[in-house]
T-cell receptor
Framework: DMKVTQMPRYLIKRMGENVLLECGQD?????MYWYRQDPGLGLQLIYI???????SEGDIPKGYRVSRKKREHFSLILDSAKTNQTSVYFC?????????FGPGTRLTVL | QQKVQQSPESLIVPEGGMASLNCTFS?????YFWWYRQHSGEGPKALM?????GDKKEGRFTAHLNKASLHVSLHIKDSQPSDSALYFC????????????FGTGTRLQVLP
């Protein structure tokens, strides 16, 4: 059963703290993504990864960085989180075109 | 930069009715188009894709693409309460299937 997992599902952090969001997939997809979803803005692409250690900035990379050391695992890191990074974060993976999304992580930065 | 706009923002239809969702895009070089559906508390899930001008039908869902008018639409026939969700169109950046731009979404509510 094809699956994208995200941990944690909910997270509350204080401004200035570091945040690690983790994503896993069991489909051996080469391409993985991180998006954030805000009301009225749709899904905005933060980073895309084409394979291990092959990452590329998306449309809104500022304030974020990523790590992909294994094909099945893709992490999003917020160094010194800001209140405007409060959002729902989605990870996705793709074999070619269609994207498979995880359930999301709701991050609140106080 | 590719801009993708959806209308309406929200839509209410009665059970059994027809729901029509619209999407306009700005890049004439876009070649691949998808509709995604997101139920509350879940991640988006691909509903259907369309790559050629014209209609594509999958069950109760019909997608229509007109590249010349930069327009793609989704029509849901015989709408069910389970169709209530947030619908996104996703448009490729030129011929790049790896990178898409998502629209702002249409929230559909189907009333029993």
């Amino acid at each position: 059963d094809m699956k994208v997992t995200q941990m944690p599902r909910y997270l509350i952090k204080r401004m200035g703290e570091n945040v690690l969001l983790e994503c896993g997939q069991d489909m051996s997809h080469e391409t993985m993504y991180w998006y954030r979803q805000d009301p009225g803005l749709g899904l905005q692409l933060i980073y895309i990864s084409y394979d291990v250690d092959s990452n590329s900035e998306g449309d809104i990379p500022k304030g974020y960085r990523v790590s992909r050391k294994k094909r099945e695992h893709f992490s999003l890191i917020l160094d010194s989180a800001k209140t405007n990074q409060t959002s729902v974060y989605f990870c996705a993976s793709s074999p070619l075109a269609e994207q498979f999304f995880g359930p999301g992580t709701r991050l609140t930065v106080l | 930069q590719q801009k993708v706009q959806q209308s309406p923002e929200s839509l209410i239809v009665p059970e059994g009715g027809m729901a029509s969702l619209n999407c306009t895009f700005s890049d004439r070089n876009s070649q691949y188009f998808w509709w995604y559906r997101q139920h509350s508390g879940e991640g988006p899930k691909a509903l259907m894709s369309i790559f050629s001008n014209g209609d594509k039908k999958e069950g109760r869902f019909t997608a229509h693409l007109n590249k010349a008018s930069l327009h793609v639409s989704l029509h849901i026939k015989d709408s069910q309460p389970s169709d209530s969700a947030l619908y996104f169109c996703a448009v490729s950046r030129g011929s790049n299937t790896n990178k898409v731009v998502f629209g702002t979404g249409t929230r559909l509510q189907v009333l029993p």
